[in-house]
């Protein structure tokens, strides 16, 4: 079992930049793959970023390659979402996510945290 809390949203003006952080309780995350995914009011939760168990392997939702990194830090039991030259339409509820244990894909998650709020204004 796996619990995940996110921290660091909050405001921020367009062309600006933040990092949001997911730290986790219970086990290890360093056999875990890992996910950002965001939520806007009234669309559905969609994928931004991901990164292997073995930290070698990124992915990145079209949307936001260039601009978003993701890295982890075992020894912290963190994952990161560094967030740059955002606007307006990155508003969203940001939600870190874990896979099942050696995990070897990206496409199936089964933890949730809460999620933390990320608004960009113009």
């Known amino acids: 079992q796996v619990q995940l809390v996110e921290s660091g949203g909050g405001l921020v003006q367009a062309g600006g930049s933040l990092r949001v952080s997911c730290a986790a309780s219970?086990?290890?995350?360093?056999?875990?793959?890992l996910g950002w995914f965001r939520q806007s009011p009234g669309k559905e939760r969609e994928f931004v970023a991901a990164?292997?168990?073995?930290?070698?392997?990124?992915d990145y939702a079209d949307s936001v390659k260039g601009r978003f990194t993701i890295s982890r830090d075992n020894a912290k039991n963190t994952v990161y979402l560094q967030m740059n030259s955002l606007s307006p339409e990155d508003t969203a509820v940001y939600y870190c996510?874990?896979?099942?244990?050696?995990?070897?894909?990206?496409?199936?998650?089964?933890?949730w945290g809460q999620g933390t709020q990320v608004t960009v204004s113009s």
């Open positions: 996510a874990a896979t099942k244990p050696l995990a070897s894909s990206l496409h199936k998650y089964d933890y």
């Open positions: 219970g086990r290890s995350l360093s056999i875990y793959g």
């Open positions: 990164i292997s168990w073995r930290g070698s392997s990124t």
